[in-house]
């Protein structure tokens, strides 16, 4: 069954609301790096894992600069204060974990906050790098998941078990997708907001663990 959620841009407003001023973060490919388009008016450093330190947004037209890019190749804007690195030293700050907060995109999560980002054997798909997603997720303060609540089809990604192979285990904080926002406790998914028109029976019935509804249980808040 697939529903009708939120857009994903709007997933990647909904993340941005929990990024705090003075927070380092990376922003993962996909939908994450959306995320850099609702950063003005705060103090954000995004880092892209290729050498730059305090991007901006999304550039386009006239102010494109192809030897500016995020982590899906994709022109971003500079601002003032960016600082330029190589790779190398660029690792060594995300194995050093300074990124406070890094938002990757996934194929399959469970409750326990393992999750499957990079390869999917069923089509034969690989995303990206696995060695730069594990260094990442083990150096990120808090991990938070911006995605699609199911596939294509309709079929759940938010799974009792991951099937997929996996990006890392036990370390997802923050779930936000189209249908809803969750947070991952030792008890549980919380089910803390859902998009809008939506109820949790709505969004139990296409996600695999049984969710624990929050009593605060509110729509989505932008």
Request: proline share 5%; hydrophobic share 45%.
């Amino acid at each position: 069954m697939k529903l009708e959620g939120i857009p994903r841009e709007m997933i990647a407003l909904r993340v941005s609301k929990e990024i705090k001023d003075g927070d380092y973060v990376n922003l993962g490919i996909g939908i994450p790096t959306l995320i850099s388009n609702w950063t003005e008016g705060k103090d954000i450093i995004l880092q892209a894992e290729i050498g730059m330190l305090k991007n901006g947004p999304l550039a386009d037209g006239d102010m494109v600069n192809q030897d500016l890019i995020n982590a899906s190749c994709q022109p971003v804007m500079e601002l003032p204060g960016t600082v330029y690195f190589d790779i190398v030293d660029s690792f060594t700050m995300i194995r050093g974990k300074r990124m406070d907060v890094v938002v990757m995109g996934a194929m399959q999560v469970n409750a326990r906050g393992d999750y499957a980002g990079w390869a999917n054997p069923e089509r034969g798909l690989d995303i990206g790098n696995i060695g730069g997603s594990m260094d990442l997720c083990a150096g990120a303060k808090k991990l938070f998941l911006a995605m699609e609540h199911t596939t294509r089809e309709g079929n759940a990604k938010i799974v009792n078990e991951i099937t997929f192979p996996p990006t890392t285990a036990g370390k997802v904080n923050m779930i936000f997708t189209d249908l809803a926002v969750m947070e991952v406790t030792p008890k549980g998914l919380v089910l803390k907001e859902v998009a809008p028109g939506l109820t949790a029976a709505d969004v139990q019935s296409v996600t695999e663990p049984k969710l624990i509804v929050s009593p605060d249980l509110k729509e989505i808040e932008f």
